[in-house]
């Protein structure tokens, strides 16, 4: 890759698209992320001084985090106070020259700058704008605080992902702001399909985190409104998917088994050297293997703490059972698939390498790719604000006195 801020035009899927990013924090930065990897000439506004403060959440080093590195990546920043009346203009007439705007802000905070949809496609009607808030721009929750760690708990994850009798579990990750941020995405690219198309010109996407969320949940509506059925929190197991769990090995490892398929079925009882369990008619269906679970699982688990974790997983294997490692961030870097994969890149940073994860999906003729690590608050300011919009040398100045600028 190229450590340069200010690449050559690539032949992308999205290049030649103008993203106008005012997000901050994770949902609305990581759809940025995900349209500049492909592409898109993503324009980030940020405050003057410190910027985003994510620039400054979890691991630091000479003042930005690392997590900067990556969810920054292949951006343009372009400080700007849009709190005063002269900054929100020079976003104005940014978003005027923009495809897509992305905001993640309270509703109704970009109306009060007067950057709203409404204001914006007067003069730029092909504009797509993605909101991404808690609940949604609409209906009676609209204006609460909307932080993923809430919106994970209504939208029906949190309570079925725990241990029965004991508090829900939450992943040690903002996994509702990321799952909001692909949906924005997706909605902008479907919403940019359809303007080409000329279904219709720029439109709203209206994201809310609770609801990304809710669109992962399966059969959870179904089962409920067909049978009555509330999904309750099953530990490392699947409601009514037997077998399929989280097993300790004897080296003290844990690894996933999924036997859950018939014929899979017979194959893991056959590799464990119970061919008793494999031929038992009881067992030969899924509802017969959910009617005995504590009983197979018994089996598995005894079976696991006789082995290594990595002999297990390959006896399984070689049964073409479905099993595997749990992996930390450690084994994902010395595991040779990950290499040669491709799912690490290498920036540099004060002249030091730091590798940041690749993004998916691959595509074969147009792939994406980092191109730059995420730029300095403001570092693109003067660039974008002459080139763009024209500004002069003396209008630079008189807002970097006002400090509107940096």
Known sequence: MTTET????????????????????????????LLAYFGAE?????????????????AVENGTSFWW????????????????????????????????????????????WGLGPESLKVDNPDLVYARISGYGQTGPYANKPGFASVCEGMSGLRYVNGHPGQAPVRPNLSIGDSIAGLHAAFGIVMALLGRERKLCQGQVVDVALYESIFNLME?????????????????????????????????????????????????????????????????A??????????????VLADWCQSIDSLAAVAQLEAARVPAGPIYNVADMFAD????????????????????IPAMAPKLE??????????????????????????????????????????
């Open 6 to 33: 200010n690449p050559p035009v690539h032949n992308k899927p999205l290049s030649g698209i103008r993203v106008i990013e005012f997000g901050q924090l994770i949902a609305g930065p990581f759809a940025g992320s």
């Open 219 to 283: 059969a959870v509506v179904p089962e409920y409104s067909g049978a009555g059925i509330v999904r309750e929190p099953s530990g490392t197991t699947v409601t009514g998917i037997v077998p399929t769990n989280t097993y300790l090995c004897r080296d003290g490892k844990y690894i996933v088994i999924g036997g859950n398929g018939d014929s899979i079925f017979k194959r893991l009882m056959c590799a464990i050297d119970r061919e008793d369990m494999a031929n038992d008619p009881a067992l």
């Open 336 to 355: 040779e698939h990950y290499q040669a994969r491709s799912m690490f890149e290498r920036v540099e940073i004060d002249g030091k390498p730091l590798d």
């Open 69 to 112: 590195h990556s969810i920054g990546r292949n951006k343009k920043s372009v400080s700007l106070d849009l709190r005063t009346e002269a900054g929100a203009k020079i976003a104005r007439r940014l978003a005027d020259t923009a495809d897509v705007v992305i905001e993640n802000f309270r509703p109704g905070v970009m109306e009060s």
């Open 42 to 58: 993503v324009i980030k506004i940020e405050p003057p001084g410190k910027g985003d403060p994510i620039r400054g959440w979890r």
């Open 365 to 406: 003729q147009t792939p994406g790719e980092t191109l730059w690590s995420g730029p300095r608050v403001g570092e693109h300011t003067q660039s974008v604000l002459t080139e763009t919009l024209g500004l002069s040398e003396s209008e630079l100045n008189d807002l970097r006195g006002q400090h509107i600028i940096d």
């Open 285 to 298: 269906d899924n509802a017969g293997r959910v009617a005995q679970e504590p009983y197979i699982d018994s």
